[in-house]
């Protein structure tokens, strides 16, 4: 167990719809990053935040948000929502000062 | 650009023999370079890392070696065994360290 915690493991929901995925990193770590893997692909890197706020972006659809919480937890929101976004969703942490990153067990989304 | 470049795609071993998968990556000013497991259905798990200052580290069966001129790092599994048998990837820090960008991965099967 990384200490990464991950919500929901699975998602299932239809074209044009909205979802929102909630990770949670390891105690005291306050760095997030979100990462997408679809069948058979690399991992995909969307967004890191550092304390609440916004470090860096990769490759983030406009139709996808995320922030951090003063609790230091995360949501990815998912919005109008297309076939192609079916993925699995990676969450990871760090630490301070800190390279390694923990990943979560991932949300499995598919959209139908 | 920010970019990793990960060979072989796929790699078929026996039981015993080596196992090297090589990256590249873009950035001079990269300084962290981590490999992870990632097996069927499960999160990725960091095996071993290594910073742009180290030439080369080892732990056990594993070794990475970092050639920075030829911006180049190498993943070394020696005796390998079926439970070695997953998807490897590497990645390297761009930014000083505000993303950590993965290759696009390599399926080692080790055949008994």
């Known amino acids: 167990d990384s200490g990464v915690t991950q919500t929901p493991k699975h998602l299932i929901t239809a074209t044009g719809q909205r979802v929102t995925l909630r990770c949670s990193p390891r105690?005291?770590?306050?760095?997030v990053y979100w990462y997408q893997q679809s069948l058979d692909q690399g991992l995909q890197f969307l967004i890191q935040y550092y304390n609440g706020e916004e470090r860096a972006k990769g490759n983030i659809l406009e139709r996808f948000s995320a922030q951090q919480f003063p609790d230091l937890h995360s949501e990815l929101n998912l919005s109008s929502l297309e076939l192609g976004d079916s993925a699995l969703y990676f969450c990871?942490?760090?630490?301070?000062?800190?390279?390694?990153?923990?990943f979560g067990s991932g949300t499995q989304l598919s959209v139908l | 650009g920010e970019n990793v470049e990960q060979h072989p795609s796929t790699l078929s071993v026996q039981e015993g023999d080596s196992a090297v998968i090589k990256c590249t990556y873009s950035?001079?000013?990269?300084?962290?370079f981590p490999w992870y497991k990632q097996e069927l259905g499960k999160r990725p798990q960091l095996i071993i890392d290594?910073?742009?200052?180290?030439g080369e580290k080892k732990d056990q069966r594993i070794a990475v070696t970092l050639n920075k001129t030829a911006k180049h790092f190498s993943l070394h599994i020696t005796e390998t065994q079926p439970e070695d048998s997953a998807v490897y990837f590497c990645?390297?820090?761009?930014?000083?360290?505000?993303?950590?960008?993965f290759g696009t991965g390599t399926r080692l099967l080790v055949s008994p």
């Open positions: 105690s005291g770590d306050l760095s």
């Open positions: 290594i910073r742009s200052n180290v």
């Open positions: 990645a390297a820090t761009f930014r000083g360290f505000q993303k950590l960008v």
């Open positions: 950035d001079s000013a990269s300084n962290y």
């Open positions: 990871a942490s760090s630490g301070q000062g800190e390279e390694k990153l923990f």
